[in-house]
């Protein structure tokens, strides 16, 4: 069984585990065969859904369509200008995930939204996400489609939204502005705890929305340090968590470390410049947010 491979405060051995070469410690993550990646396909899902796994005519739970397996040609790089761009085409909940985990380290990549939507959400926001520190086997999650995570949301008009994944959970600053009926990121608030078991559950809306128009790029940048992390949009930041962890039976564990995925959740999605680069310490700038 090969070994989990985690990234290191050493970039001369991360450069060794893979075969492009860092610029300025920034590690290209995708090649036109996805090479440092996995596949996983859950199901495709119907309108309306409640949570529970398709059933055959007897009343049987499906099996996922599971690992390894890219049915529909779900997910594919196209390479633009010598630079591969994964598309995902949403048609079936799943993900496509890191080989390798990753722990302390800042991670960038820029997204857009294609054009085609899929049950059941053909009449709701395109909606993808980025999840980190993922954890154990896929399918821990409400559509059976995703690891134990943490995720930096990428929807049409919310991108930087926070979510819990399965059991994980955070702590965030956050208020509930007049009209708002959710907890928004405000690094001047009280610390809210989120997840699993909390009154406002495992949502926190990024504090403004600093898209751009639908059809240009994006460009993420997640922070990871610690037990913390840090979501900036378009070099803005909208999130910042602290004490990520998870719940295991009565037991709260700490959630630092694990690997990438990448959502396929009903929408028609673009990622491309995913790097990744070592640190050995949150970036002075956003100590104030925590």
């Known amino acids: 069984m090969k070994k989990t491979l985690v990234l290191t405060l050493g970039c001369l051995v991360l450069a060794g585990l893979t075969s492009f070469n860092p610029d300025n410690g920034w590690v290209k993550l995708m090649d036109k065969k996805m090479s440092k990646w996995t596949i996983y396909q859950s199901y495709r899902l119907t309108y309306p859904y409640k949570g529970e796994a398709p059933k055959d005519a007897d009343g049987k739970t499906l099996p996922p369509i599971g690992y390894d397996k890219n049915e529909g040609n779900l997910f594919s790089v196209e390479m633009q200008h010598g630079e591969p761009v994964l598309h995902i085409t949403g048609e079936i909940y799943g993900c496509i995930y890191t080989k390798q985990e990753f722990q302390n380290y800042r991670l960038r990549l820029k997204t857009k939204f294609g054009t085609k939507k899929w049950e059941p959400r053909l009449n709701e926001p395109m909606d993808s996400g980025l999840l980190y520190h993922s954890q154990g086997e896929c399918g821990a999650d409400y559509f059976h489609a995703w690891m134990l995570s943490q995720e930096f949301q990428v929807m049409e008009g919310g991108i930087g939204d926070y979510w819990n994944v399965g059991t994980a959970h955070a702590t965030v600053r956050a208020s509930k502005p007049d009209g708002v009926p959710n907890y928004v990121f405000n690094k001047n608030a009280d610390k809210v705890f989120m997840g699993v078991g909390a ?92």
């Open 199 to 290: 009154p406002n559950q495992g949502f926190c809306q990024r504090r403004q929305n600093f898209e751009n128009p639908k059809g240009e790029w994006n460009t993420m940048e997640l922070i990871c340090y610690d037990d913390k992390s840090v979501y900036i949009v378009n070099g803005h930041v909208v999130n910042a968590l602290s004490n990520l962890g998870y719940q295991d039976g009565k037991e709260s564990k700490p959630l630092t470390k694990g690997k990438l995925q990448l959502q396929s959740e009903a929408a028609e999605v673009y990622f491309k410049d995913i790097q990744i680069k070592s640190i050995d310490k949150m970036p002075e700038e956003y100590a104030g947010l925590f």
